[in-house]
């Protein structure tokens, strides 16, 4: 039914940017949340931001302050751009669509992040 692909990852220097992109195959409800989760190595996966489709945003705590969400209705994009790079921020990027009634979600196949000097 839905298929999420993002792209927008690689390898930056602490400080640097980066712009991750989400595009969304399939329909998107008025009730689905989209947003971005983490995973680094040997920790578990954790929420970056959701953005409804009313436009409420929430951000972890961490990134607050560096990162932005938007969508892109038109066009059935999700974006993440992320400034201020950190080597803390290092990770894989999942795109998720939230969808009232499919508790297991939608996924997106990740895409590498990494800040290194």
């Known amino acids: 039914q839905v298929q999420l692909v993002e792209s927008g990852g690689g390898l930056v220097h602490p400080g640097g940017s980066l712009r991750l992109s989400c595009k969304v195959f399939?329909?998107?409800?008025?009730?689905?949340?989209l947003g971005w989760y983490r995973q680094a190595p040997g920790k578990q996966r954790e929420l970056v931001a959701h953005?409804?489709?009313?436009?409420?945003?929430n951000y972890a705590d961490s990134v607050k302050g560096r990162f932005t969400i938007s969508r892109d209705n038109v066009r059935s994009f999700v974006y993440l751009q992320m400034d201020s790079l950190k080597p803390e921020d290092t990770a894989v990027y999942y795109c998720?669509?939230?969808?009232?009634?499919?508790?297991?979600?939608?996924w997106g196949q990740g895409t590498q992040v990494t800040v290194s000097s």
């Open positions: 998720n669509l939230d969808r009232p009634r499919e508790p297991r979600g939608y």
């Open positions: 399939g329909s998107i409800f008025r009730g689905d949340t």
């Open positions: 953005i409804t489709s009313a436009g409420t945003i």
